[in-house]
């Protein structure tokens, strides 16, 4: 059984307390990405490939313990019913997925005792714009502040998002509930992924705000769970001021650039879009401690990150 994103999507406008009109525009805008709770992996696959065309090893790149026993009761509407209250864990990977290849069985994950949590649901919201498809949520029951998680481990069939790589086998070590977040990838987004001018929905999630007019590059971060202004509002120029890109001109020099604008905004989930209006090899990225939270309230330490070299998509 699934959950209607339509339905979840209409709930969590309702607490907005969006206009009626407008709610009916963001759901039918609404690109659904569906949670998933079933106990077993149900993907039939002979798909057993570890590496992309270009070499790059398929994996798990970070796994957060960002909340325990706290997930928002929306959670019950919008994740699975029950997820309320539960705790939150989101895992990265290294490609896309493809989220009809993922169920809440293909996840294990293991305390500090040893003991072997239980999952209820997995989701791909609030990260499911165009690109951003590597970042699952888990809800469910599956440690404490006390006997914290410290395993997460791919144990069903999980197919990337062309269905040429698997993932089951892969494992991570969970970065512990106390810790901030921080930046844990980083890529250059393809121009045709832009959206230029686009505005975020008022949805939560699905929908955020597309690159600025006037952008010649973009770079995406992914933080390693959800992050916001310390008093919990969505960044602004503030935020925007303090990101660093390192870029490598055609004369061999390095520069660092700020970024003109920031887009992905509005949709609470743990990717920022770097506008940039100056040209050169993006390197990598940087961002100071102490300026962001997590859901968690936990601040970010000094953080940074290479941008990955990626084929066209």
């Given at each position: 059984?699934?959950?209607?994103?339509?339905?979840?999507?209409?709930?969590?406008?309702?607490?907005?307390?969006?206009?009626?009109?407008q709610?009916?525009?963001?759901?039918?805008?609404?690109?659904?990405?569906?949670?998933?709770?079933?106990?077993?992996?149900?993907?039939?696959?002979?798909v057993?490939?570890k590496?992309?065309?270009?070499?790059?090893?398929?994996?798990?790149?970070?796994?957060?313990?960002?909340?325990?026993?706290?997930?928002?009761?929306?959670?019950?509407?919008?994740?699975?019913?029950?997820a309320?209250?539960?705790?939150?864990?989101?895992?990265?990977?290294?490609?896309?997925?493809?989220?009809?290849?993922?169920?809440?069985?293909?996840?294990?994950?293991?305390?500090?005792?040893?003991?072997?949590?239980?999952?209820?649901?997995?989701?791909?919201?609030?990260?499911?714009?165009?690109?951003?498809?590597?970042?699952?949520?888990?809800?469910?029951?599956?440690?404490?502040?006390?006997?914290?998680?410290?395993?997460?481990?791919?144990?069903?069939?999980?197919?990337s998002?062309?269905?040429?790589?698997n993932?089951?086998?892969?494992?991570?070590?969970?970065?512990?509930?106390?810790?901030?977040?921080?930046?844990?990838?980083?890529?250059?987004?393809?121009?045709?992924?832009?959206?230029?001018?686009?505005?975020?929905?008022?949805?939560?999630?699905?929908?955020?705000?597309?690159?600025?007019?006037?952008?010649?590059?973009?770079?995406?971060?992914?933080w390693?769970?959800?992050?916001?202004?310390?008093?919990?509002?969505?960044?602004?120029?503030?935020?925007?001021?303090?990101?660093?890109?390192?870029?490598?001109?055609?004369n061999?020099?390095?520069?660092?650039?700020?970024?003109?604008?920031?887009?992905?905004?509005?949709?609470?989930?743990?990717?920022?879009?770097?506008?940039?209006?100056?040209?050169?090899?993006?390197?990598?990225?940087?961002?100071?401690?102490?300026?962001?939270?997590?859901?968690?309230?936990?601040?970010?330490?000094?953080?940074?990150?290479?941008?990955?070299?990626?084929?066209?998509?």
């Open positions: 059984m699934k959950i209607n994103p339509l339905q979840a999507a209409s709930f969590i406008l309702i607490l907005a307390g969006c206009g009626k009109v709610q009916i525009q963001s759901i039918r805008n609404y690109d659904p990405v569906f949670s998933n709770a079933s106990k077993v992996d149900t993907t039939v696959t002979t057993t490939s590496r992309d065309n270009d070499g790059r090893q398929a994996g798990l790149i970070s796994a957060f313990f960002g909340l325990d026993d706290a997930l928002a009761k929306a959670a019950d509407k919008g994740i699975w019913p029950g309320g209250g539960k705790d939150g864990m989101p895992v990265i990977f290294s490609h896309e997925i493809d989220y009809k290849t993922m169920q809440a069985g293909d996840f294990r994950v293991t305390t500090a005792s040893g003991k072997v949590g239980e999952i209820l649901a997995v989701t791909l919201a609030p990260a499911d714009d165009t690109g951003e498809l590597r970042t699952v949520l888990l809800a469910g029951s599956y440690g404490s502040i006390d006997d914290q998680p410290v395993k997460v481990e791919i144990v069903g069939n999980l197919l998002i062309d269905k040429t790589l993932f089951k086998g892969e494992s991570i070590k969970v970065i512990p509930l106390e810790e901030g977040p921080t930046m844990v990838w980083a890529e250059v987004v393809p121009d045709e992924e832009w959206a230029i001018g686009k505005k975020a929905t008022p949805l939560p999630w699905g929908g955020g705000s597309g690159a600025a007019e006037g952008s010649k590059q973009v770079v995406r971060v992914t390693s769970g959800g992050v916001t202004k310390p008093g919990g509002d969505e960044i602004n120029d503030v935020e925007r001021l303090l990101y660093k890109v390192t870029l490598l001109l055609e061999g020099n390095k520069v660092d650039v700020t970024p003109f604008a920031i887009s992905d905004l509005g949709d609470g989930d743990n990717n920022h879009e770097l506008c940039l209006d100056v040209m050169g090899t993006p390197q990598s990225v940087f961002f100071p401690a102490g300026k962001l939270k997590d859901p968690r309230k936990d601040l970010n330490p000094e953080t940074s990150i290479a941008i990955q070299k990626l084929p066209a998509r």
